[in-house]
């Protein structure tokens, strides 16, 4: 039998809890939630097809179509640095929305290949658009860059601190890749894709949650070893060739093909949605292979899938907010529909992030 004089005590700390409980749901009910309100996205005019790189590579159509799905790449003239492409993009964003670059509060523009190392490229790009109004800064996290930066978009919408937050993911690859190496240079081009995050009205739902993962253990696998602190740019760096991409494409596949399928499963799972709930997925486009077998894990319809790799190639940062910018333009996204974006890249960087689409 309990003992009577046990109860206050016990009823005390049932009411403290559910007190904070309250306390709790109240405080989420007052943050304001996010959401992508545009999308736009940019792409150098030149096109680079498989066939031409037969011409100075020891590659083949065929093997690039085969290994990795890719049949062209769009690459920058000389001179054309990541914030035009961000910047055009950005442009393109604005006007959708139909709003000043002075209205934007804060830039986050997610790239492994910025301008120069300073100022940082949201500087320069705030420059280029007239955002006069905003501040801004690099992202870092390779193909997941854009998932990472729509993430800290988000919470900066959600404390109350900013109303528009512009969240751009831009490489141009193709100035840390080696021409000469066909293991690498037959997998990239560039790009610029842009998304505004505001906060929802209400009743709407917006972004609903997002995974981030990292394990730099990874790092070997996949990274440009000159030209930062612990390599600076000599001309020894540059005899070894240490200012391109080098990678060991077979072990990142491996990781790359289970760490999508896990994000994209978990974040299902913890919201309570199945994979048939899924009107859209949006994966990075490393090689369209990865894409198929994290589907083929998620059991997810391949109709719902943006696959895009055929005629963009890798574009780091810029896969995502291209792919999405191009669902909105085909119109096969409407308000309400359930989203989801994985991502996997260097770092190792990956993660997930589920939205109702609310633009
Ligand atoms: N043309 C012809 N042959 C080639 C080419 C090419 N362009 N590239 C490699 N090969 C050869 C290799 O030399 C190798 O030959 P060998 O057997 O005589 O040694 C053979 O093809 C097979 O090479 P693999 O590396 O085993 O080929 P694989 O099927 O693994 O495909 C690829 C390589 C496309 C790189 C794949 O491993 C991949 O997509 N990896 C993941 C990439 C990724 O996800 N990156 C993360 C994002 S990028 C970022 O974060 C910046």
């Not at 972004?207 to 730099?216: A, K, Q, T, V």
């Not at 070997?220 to 080098?246: D, F, I």
């Not at 499963?265 to 309570?272: A, G, H, P, S, T």
């Not at 896969?319 to 359930?338: K, Y």
């Amino acid at each position: 039998m309990e003992d009577d004089k046990d109860l206050p005590a016990c009823n005390l700390s049932f009411l403290i809890g559910h007190l904070s409980f309250f306390i709790l749901e109240i405080r989420r009910d007052l943050l304001y939630n996010a959401k992508i309100t545009a999308t736009a996205h940019y792409v150098p005019k030149k096109v680079v097809t498989n066939e031409d790189l037969e011409k100075f590579l020891d590659t083949s159509d065929e093997w690039i179509r085969t290994r990795t799905g890719i049949r062209q790449r769009h690459m920058v003239e000389k001179g054309v640095a990541t914030s035009d492409l961000a910047a055009e993009a950005s442009r393109r964003l604005l006007e959708r929305r139909g709003i000043s670059a002075s209205e934007i509060d804060c830039i986050i523009v997610a790239t492994v290949t910025p301008d120069m190392f300073f100022p940082s490229t949201a500087c320069i790009l705030q420059e280029k658009i007239g955002a006069r109004n905003a501040w801004g800064f690099d992202l870092s996290g390779a193909c997941t860059g854009f998932v990472y930066a729509l993430a800290a978009a988000v919470q900066f919408v959600h404390s109350g601190a900013h109303r528009k937050v512009l969240v751009a993911g831009a490489d141009v690859m193709t100035s840390i890749l080696n021409p000469q190496d066909r293991n690498t240079y037959v997998l990239f081009g560039d790009g610029a894709g842009v998304a505004l995050v505001e906060p929802t009205s209400p009743g709407e739902e917006g972004i609903l949650d997002f995974i981030l993962r990292s394990d730099g253990s990874g790092g070997k696998y996949l990274y440009m070893p000159g030209g930062g602190s612990l390599n600076p740019p000599t001309h020894e760096t540059v005899q070894k060739k240490m200012h391109y991409v080098h990678q060991d494409g077979r072990a990142v596949f491996k990781y790359a093909v289970v760490g999508m399928a896990e994000v994209s499963l978990e974040i299902l799972k913890r919201n309570n949605f199945c994979a048939s709930d899924v009107v859209l997925y949006v994966p990075h486009q490393a090689n369209s292979r990865i894409v198929d077998a994290a589907v083929e894990r998620m059991g997810l319809d391949k109709s719902k899938v943006v696959l895009n790799i055929d005629r963009y190639a890798n574009t780091t940062a810029a896969t995502i907010p291209i792919g999405l910018s191009e669902a909105c333009e085909r119109n096969r996204v409407r308000r309400g529909d359930l989203v989801l974006m994985a991502s996997f890249g260097a770092g190792f960087t990956w993660g997930s992030l589920l939205l109702r689409w609310a633009a």
